[in-house]
């Protein structure tokens, strides 16, 4: 069985909790990122989530990246692997609650651009948020014990959105 995916009401910590990360981040990896961003669910005033601050750092050059994955490591972090094919390394940090998970970006990434657009839509539409909550919600019931199922089934809603703020852009 794996492990279980948990959706918890939102706590207002959370954007304290990133602010400490990003503190940590700059002292750890100095003059690396162009940027530190809160991504995900818990970036969200309001939204439930599971309990885990993502975290995308934006590298100013590419030629960081090794350096940046080495400190990672070095700092305690679980390397979790290169999961979207555009270059963005994973890493977490399980322990006291919330989590962390980490993304190294290469400049100009493509999947940061998209968190970040969804991102801000749902901190935009409070609506829209609410139905991106509702579906969490269910499809924890569905996939209480399968991660990757969750996170695939929430795709197409999450397509379907950063879809339409590109059009707008």
Known sequence: ???????????ASW???????????QLLLPGKS??????GSTAVVGLSAKPCIDVDIILGDLTEMDFCRAALEDAGYEPRGSRY??????????????????????????????RVLFRD?????????????RLKLQLVQRYEYDGDAYTRAKTDFIN????AAVRDL
């Open 15 to 25: 954007p304290l909790e990133f602010e400490k990360i990003r503190q940590d981040l």
């Open 121 to 133: 839509r749902l901190r935009e539409n409070s609506d829209l948020a609410l139905q991106y909550q």
């Open 85 to 114: 094919g555009d270059g963005v390394w994973a890493f977490l940090r399980r322990g006291a609650l919330p989590h962390q998970r980490l993304y190294v970006c290469p400049p100009d990434s493509l999947t940061h651009t998209r």
């Open 34 to 39: 162009l940027d530190i961003e809160h991504i």
């Open 1 to 11: 069985m794996g492990t279980k995916v948990e959706i918890v009401s939102y706590d």
């Open 160 to 163: 379907t959105i950063i879809d």
